[in-house]
Structure formats: C-alpha cells, structure tokens
C-alpha cells in the first residue's frame, strides 16, 4: 500500500498497518500508560484550586470535569490537567512527566488552610481507551472518559482480559503517537514546555476569562485583551515527515515558527505535524516551509 512504500523508502519505524486500520475503522482499542492522579478536598479546596488553575473551578459541578493549566508567575504552563469533581473531592489527572510538578504545587497550600492533597498515581493503571464505551462499574477506579480511564490497580488484569474478549486491541506506542498527533493533542516535553505560555497552546475550554484573579492571570488575561500571542500551536500539512525542532521559514526566509512533533498519517496519506505557527501565518492554507519541505498551516484536529 502507499503508506507502506512511504515507511520504507523514508526509514521510518514500521507502523502496525493493521491495527492502524482497525482504529480508524471504528475498531474499538486502548492504550496503557503511567498518568498521575492526584485527589485535593477540604473546606477551602475550590478557594485554592481556583488560584492556582486557568479555569473556573466555582462553576464545576459534581460529576463534572473541566480542562485547565497550572501555569508560573509569568503564565507559563507547568501542566495541562483535568480536575474531576466528585462530591466534595477533586481530582486532578495529568502526565506521568507533570505529576510531580502538580503535587508539589498543591502540596505546599496544604499548611496554609482546610486544604488536603494526596497522590493516588500508584493505586492505579490508566488506560486511554478508542471507540468502546465507558468501563463498567465494576471495574472500579475513577473515569476522565476515553482520554484516561483509571482502574484499581488489583483489578488491572482482570480488566485487560474484559477488553480482549470484546475484541479490543492493544495499540503500542509508535501507534499511539500517529494517532495523538492526528487528534492535536500535545504532549509535555515535546510540544509543550515551561517556556511555553498558557494562551500559545491554543486548547479549546483551558483558560477561563472571567474568573477571579490565579498565579499568571495577568500576563495571561493582557494577552487576551490587549493583543495576542506571539505564535500559537497548530497543525501542519507536510511534504515529508520532519524532526521535531525543524524551523519554519516563509520562502522569503523570514522565521514563521518550529515544528515539535512530526508523522505520517495512513489515513490524510501525507505527513502530518505539530508546531508553533508565528502569529503572521497562522491562517489555514498558509504555505511555509519546514526546513527544505513544503508545509501548509492546518486546523486541529487533522482527524
């Protein structure tokens, strides 16, 4: 197949083809994966949360979930998370490599009110689950929906061979990296950074406007009044799959801006990228190139 000629005579790793198609197919998969999970309560947990995070944390309800950034003094993001309520507990889940920057970030509150935090990260395995429905009770554990599904450690096992009765397929990770980079999802350390500043990821639902004043809100609300950001994480169409850290140039050679992650997509049959796009260029359709390769600004998600 065309995909595959594309693999071979670019060096690059061999992609389950297969499982691919399944997947976007409708086949029903998961990915297994470190993620921490950390629980805040307490009578004054929202009234701290509410300062730490970019989002509203008065407005969420019990059972509800929303998407926010821990960012710095100067609005730069130390993690992505999603805060789960439930009942007067919430929980915070984020990537392996940002757990320990989220606990300790809460944890130095916890003496200064009725506010508690604990690292549940070990109690558990976190699955990412593709076209199957929610786990079922019984599982146990705590449900961010497909993206991160946390099940009782004990019950693990149990509930990896539930998942493959049903025909539910493991997909390794060169997979899950096409499959992240089609569906727009950063990942920190490669598309995303302390350096970056919160407004430059670009995520629908992440920052509330509204809200009352959090660590980094001024630098981040000036962006959104006054201006806009400087670049802003966007897709890329490409001619060829690039490293990441490969500038952008328009064809005058002006800096327009460095991609972070780059593959090929079996599904658009062209490679695919994640970047930061200067805010000049950021218009879909515009051209640039990606060291010596064509690229087009493209809207997320590409799938």
């Known amino acids: 197949m065309h995909y595959d000629l594309y693999f071979i005579s670019k060096g690059i790793f061999k992609m389950d083809i297969k499982a691919y198609d399944h997947i976007r197919s409708g086949g029903a998969g998961f990915y297994e994966q470190k993620r921490g999970l950390i629980a805040v309560w307490g009578k004054e947990a929202v009234q701290f949360l509410d300062g730490l995070i970019s989002n509203d944390m008065k407005t ?18 130390l993690a992505v998370v999603r805060v789960l309520r439930q009942g007067d507990r919430f929980l915070c889940e984020t990537e392996e490599s940002t757990r320990g920057k989220v606990f300790n970030n809460l944890l130095r509150f916890t003496f200064a009110g009725d506010f508690f935090v604990e690292d549940l990260s070990k109690s558990y395995s976190c699955f990412e689950l593709f076209n199957t429905s929610e786990p079922p009770a019984s599982a146990g554990g705590v449900n961010f929906g497909q993206n991160a599904t ?19 397929i493991e997909i390794p990770d060169e997979l899950h990296e096409v499959l992240r980079i089609e569906s727009g999802i950063p990942k920190y350390g490669i598309d995303m950074e302390e350096t970056t500043i919160v407004p430059e990821l670009g995520l629908d639902g992440l920052i509330s406007y509204n809200k009352g004043c959090y660590i980094g809100q001024e630098i981040i609300a000036r962006i959104h009044f006054r201006g806009h950001v400087a670049k802003r994480l966007t897709g890329l169409s490409l001619s060829a799959v690039v490293e990441s850290g490969t ?57």
């Open 247 to 303: 500038e952008l140039t328009t064809a005058d050679g002006k800096n327009a801006g460095r991609i972070t992650s780059s593959v090929y997509s079996p599904k658009l049959e062209r490679a695919i990228a994640l970047g930061y796009v200067r805010y000049d260029y950021l218009s879909e359709g515009t051209a640039v190139l990606a060291g010596t390769e064509a690229a087009t600004v493209t809207s997320l998600p590409f799938l």
């Open 60 to 77: 969420l309800e019990d059972g509800q979930q929303i998407l926010a950034a821990f960012p710095n003094a100067q609005g730069r993001l």
């Open 150 to 168: 946390f099940i009782d450690f004990d019950k693990a096992t149990a509930f990896r061979e539930q998942l493959n009765l049903i025909d539910t």
